[in-house]
C-alpha cells in the first residue's frame, strides 16, 4: 500500500507548450515523470495525446500519438495518466485493436474490466519453470526439425517479401495454443486487412488478438503497439492460458524506438541507432517465456536489413531469444513454401522437449540435407560422379521425398504425431538402404542412383 500511494501524483498537473521542433513538443512548468501520458489542448477545443520521453533543462519533452497540425506555443497541457496502461479483458478475444487498447474493427466497443501497466517487468529467472513440452504449430518443418517448446521465443529472420507474414498467419490458425496475440508493427495500411481475411482466416481471429499500428501512424504508436500486445499476452498467460504471442516486426519497432530516441536527443550509435535501442530490445523480448499460471511462446519476425544477417538489430535479437528460423530467399524463389533454410536455423530447447529418436531422425535429414548442398553446384552441372560419396548418393535419392515433406501450403495443417511418424519412415528407408547388400554396388552405378531417385519421387512421404 505504501508503495502505491508513493506512486500517487497530483491530477491536476499542468502546464504550456513552449516549443515545438519536429515531431517533438517542449512543454515548460509540467514535472511529470517519464512516460506519463498527457494531453495538449488546443485552441479551438481539440486536443492531442501523447507522452513524455525526456526533459531538457526545464522543459518536458513530449511525443504525441499523431500528427501536431494545430498546435501552437501556449496551448495547456495536462497529465492523464502517470503510468502507461491498457483495460484488458476476455472480450478481446477476435477483435483488432490499436497500440492503446481502441478498437478498430467497427464493432460495438466492448466491457474490458481489467487495466495492467504495459511496461511491466518480466517474470523472475527463478521464477520462470524449465521448458518442457512441446507446442505444435501445425507446420511440418518446425515441428519436425526445429521444435518450439511452450515459453520458447523463437526469431524469425528473412528480407522483404520471403514468407514471414505467411508463416504467421499458418502458426495463428493450426498451432495448439489457446489464445493468439498477433501484434502487426509498422505494416502497409494494405496488408493488415490481406493478413485477417486470407493468412488469419475466421477460425484464426476467433482465438486471436491483432493489434495494429501501420507504418503511416508516429512512431510513439508504433512503439506501443509492441508493449500493448505484450501486456495482453501476459494478461492470458495468467490466466492459466497458452499464449501465442507473434510479433511482425521487431525491426520496425526497432526503428520507432530509434525515432522516439532520437527527438529525446540521444546521440546515434550503431548505423544511426540509438543506445536506447539495443536496452528496450531485451526489455520486450523477456516478458515471453513460462510462469506458475501458464506460457508465452513467442514468434517474433525480424526484416534483415539487405538481406545481411549480422545487421544490428538481427544481430541483438538473435542474441536474446532461443532459437532463430531462418527464410531463404533463394528457396522462395523456387517456390519452396515455406521457405526455411532448415541447416542455418536452430531450436536451443529443442533436446529438452522431444524424445532422442525424434533428435536421432531430425538429425539425419539434415546430414542429408547438408549433404546435397554441399555438392549442389556439382550436381547442377552434371559434373558429380555418382559414387564418389555414399551420402550424396542418398540424398540425391532422397531430394524430391524431402521437399515434399519440407514444402506445405498455407491451408495444409499437419498433426504433430503425424510429423514423427514421416520423419520415421525416412530413417527406416535410410537405414534399409544402408543395411542392403547390394548398396555400395548401386551406389557406384550411376543409371541405379538416378532410377532409384526416380523412384522415391513416388513416394508418399
Known sequence: MKNQLEQIL????????????GLTVSVSGFPVPLGAVCRIHGSRG??????????????????????????????????????PGLRVGDALLGRVIDGRCRFLDGKPAAALPHRVNSQSSSTSPLDRPRIDEPLETGIRTIDGLLTCGKGQRLGIFSGSGVGKSTIIGQLAQSSSADV?????????????????ERDLGPEGLAKSVVVVATSDQPALTRFRAAFAGTAIAEYFRDQGKDVLLMMDSVTRFALAQREIGLAAGEPPATRGYPPSVFST?????????????????GFYAVLVEADDDNEPISDTVRGILDGHIMLS?????????????????????????VDPSQIADANLIKRHLAAYA?????????????????????????????????QQSTNDFSRFEE???????????????????????????????????????????
Not at 49 to 66: H, K, N, V
Request: proline share 3%.
Open 10 to 21: 497530483p491530477y491536476e498537473i499542468t502546464g504550456r507548450v513552449s516549443n515545438i521542433v
Open 329 to 353: 530467399r533463394k528457396l522462395a524463389e523456387r517456390s519452396h513454401w515455406p521457405a526455411i533454410d532448415v541447416l542455418a536455423s536452430i531450436s536451443r530447447s529443442m533436446n529438452d522437449i
Open 281 to 297: 530490445l531485451p526489455r520486450l523480448l523477456e516478458r515471453s517465456g513460462r510462469n506458475k499460471f501458464g506460457s508465452i511462446t
Open 180 to 196: 493468439n496475440v498477433v501484434i502487426l508493427v509498422g505494416e502497409r495500411g494494405r496488408e493488415v486487412r490481406e493478413f485477417l
Open 374 to 406: 554441399e555438392s549442389e553446384d556439382l550436381i547442377s552441372i552434371g559434373a558429380y560422379q555418382a559414387g564418389s560419396n555414399r551420402l550424396v548418393d542418398r540424398a540425391i535419392q532422397l531430394r524430391e521425398p524431402l521437399n515434399r515433406f519440407l
Open 46 to 83: 481539440e486536443f492531442v495525446d501523447g507522452e513524455a520521453i525526456g526533459f531538457d533543462d526545464e522543459d518536458t519533452l513530449l511525443l504525441t500519438y499523431r500528427n501536431l497540425t494545430g498546435l501552437r506555443r501556449g496551448n495547456r497541457v495536462t497529465m492523464l495518466h502517470s503510468l
Open 419 to 461: 510429423t514423427v511418424n514421416r520423419m520415421k519412415q525416412f530413417s527406416l528407408m535410410i537405414e534399409t538402404e544402408e543395411n542392403s547388400p547390394h548398396a555400395e554396388e548401386r551406389s557406384t552405378n550411376p543409371m541405379t542412383v538416378a532410377s532409384t531417385s526416380e523412384a522415391n519421387e513416388g513416394l508418399s512421404i
